[in-house]
Structures are given as structure tokens and as C-alpha cells.
């Protein structure tokens, strides 16, 4: 374990010397709720019920599971792992200042293996989009082509939007910061339909209750969760890649899955997932 650490620090310590990622300087953080000594910081979501949700003080769920792995494998124990609240809107901008060490989470609809401010290892997830609807509208709304001259509320920075104009020009779309915002929207009238990752959706239906929601089950295109890190950040995302496919072998994953269909009655499809790893660090 004390080699796996000093390999670790040589191939980390050029590319995040800066970072909160404190193998590479033993500095003590002792802040009041921080844990002492080296600590990283990974940004999540907050309101993906099964996914990746903070409730009553604490985050959990499939990729805070992911997360946790991860962090493991790099030498850090549960004590040193600090979650920080990310939207799709702004994990980008929260890498590339280095608030965050590294973010799992759903990458943004419709968009390739890299980006100007993230470098991505993975993906760990293959969901798909869908749309959540009110159950009163399971006769009215049953896929994409019903939501012409809707209301279809998305989140911002998802890709969810252009997703749904591509296959319904006629849908008008509502951005909103959270998901939880869009539920709102939807269980008071101002929308129609929610588009976005359907493993997500499907946390958001268990969350209120099928008597109130319900996942169409009309789905389309590619949702992918991924660990992003900081653009240019290619040692440590291969690093990851290797502990993504470690623990797919270890049937860790399987695990993981199991816990989130449990609790969400949402499968991956078997046809998708495990997904090979095929990220952008050649």
C-alpha cells in the first residue's frame, strides 16, 4: 500500500500540485466539518434521489458509490472524502478553479468524450434520456412526438434542451437550474414534461410516488455518467479508467447497480452496461 501511494504521488503531484489532492504536500486541513490531513474533494449532484442525492446531512447513492470507489483506490479512506454540490451548469467552471478535484456525474447531453474545461474517464453508466410526466397525463403524453406545443422543462447546461427540440421543434422549452426546480414546475402546471437522464427521472418518481409522476417509457439517445476532471489532466484520468475497469471486474459495480435498482425499480440496460471504458486519454 506504501508503494501504491508513492506511485500515485509521482503521477499525480506534476498535474495537481495546486489542488486539494494533498498526497503531493502534507498539509493539515483542520477546519471546523473538514477532516484532518490530506483530503479530496469531489463535486456531485444533490437532487438525484438514487443516484446522488444529500439528504439529512449526508450524499448517497449509484454515483456516490462510484465517487467513493474511486477515491479509495487513490489512497483515500471515507473520513478524507469531502462532496461538494455541482450542477451541470457549473462543474466545469468549478474544475477548472480547482473548488472540486473531480466530478461524477451525468455529462451533459449530446456532447463527445472532451470539452475545452473538463478532461472525462469512463463513462461508468450508460442510462438514456427520457421524459418524466404528472400520472394524470400517461394517456395524453407517451413520448416526444406528444409534446408538441408543450411545456418541457430541462436543466440548464443538461443538453436535455436541444435533445428535444431536435426531435420536437413544436416543444417549448423551460430551463431551470435543478431538477428539483423542474418537479416543482411540473407538479404545479407551469410544465408538462421533464426531459433529462432517465435514471434520474426515475429517482425523481420514486421520490414522489407513482401516484404523482411517472417515466414514460419511450426513451432515446445516450445519457453517459462519467468522472470529469480538470482539462489537460490526463494522468489522472487514465489512473481512473484503470480503477473504473477494476471495479467492473470485482463485479463492485454490479453491486452498486443492484442498490440503485432496489431502490429505484430502474435497470440499466444490460445491452449498455457495464459500459467500456472509452474515454479521451490516448
Excluded at 26 to 47: H, L, S, Y
Excluded at 114 to 131: E, H, I, M, R, V
Amino acid at each position: 500500500m506504501r508503494r501504491l501511494r508513492r506511485i500515485l504521488t509521482m503521477a499525480l503531484c506534476p498535474l495537481l500540485a495546486t489542488t486539494m489532492l494533498a498526497g503531493c504536500g502534507p498539509t493539515a486541513r483542520a477546519t471546523a466539518n473538514m477532516p484532518e490531513g490530506p483530503a479530496i474533494t469531489i463535486g456531485v449532484a444533490a437532487d438525484m434521489p438514487g443516484l446522488s442525492r444529500f439528504h439529512d446531512g449526508s450524499y448517497s447513492g449509484f454515483d456516490i458509490n462510484v465517487a467513493t470507489y474511486v477515491a479509495n483506490q487513490l489512497g483515500y479512506a471515507k473520513k478524507q472524502i469531502i462532496f461538494r454540490s455541482v450542477t451541470a451548469a457549473n462543474y466545469q467552471d468549478k474544475l477548472s478553479r480547482r473548488t472540486v478535484d473531480f466530478v461524477a456525474a451525468p455529462l451533459p447531453i449530446g456532447t463527445g468524450a472532451s470539452s475545452a474545461d473538463a478532461t472525462y474517464a469512463g463513462p461508468y453508466l450508460n442510462a438514456k434520456q427520457g421524459l418524466l410526466i404528472r400520472t394524470a397525463d400517461t394517456k395524453r403524453i407517451t413520448s416526444t412526438a406528444s409534446l408538441a406545443d408543450r411545456n418541457v422543462c430541462t436543466v440548464t447546461g443538461s443538453g436535455a434542451a436541444a435533445s428535444i427540440q431536435r426531435r420536437q421543434p413544436a416543444a417549448h422549452i423551460q430551463e431551470r437550474d435543478t431538477y428539483l426546480q423542474c418537479v416543482t414546475a411540473l407538479l404545479v402546471g407551469e410544465a408538462d414534461a421533464i426531459s433529462g437522464d432517465d435514471a434520474a427521472l426515475a429517482g425523481l418518481a420514486a421520490n414522489e410516488g407513482s401516484a404523482y409522476l411517472h417515466v414514460v417509457s419511450d426513451t432515446f439517445g445516450s445519457s453517459l455518467h462519467a468522472i470529469s476532471v480538470k482539462t489537460g489532466e490526463r494522468a489522472l484520468a487514465a489512473k481512473i479508467d484503470t480503477i473504473l475497469k477494476q471495479m467492473v471486474r470485482s463485479e463492485t459495480w454490479k453491486s452498486f447497480a443492484g442498490q440503485m435498482s432496489d431502490q429505484l425499480r430502474y435497470t440499466p440496460s444490460s445491452k449498455l452496461n457495464p459500459p467500456p471504458i472509452r474515454s479521451d486519454n490516448g
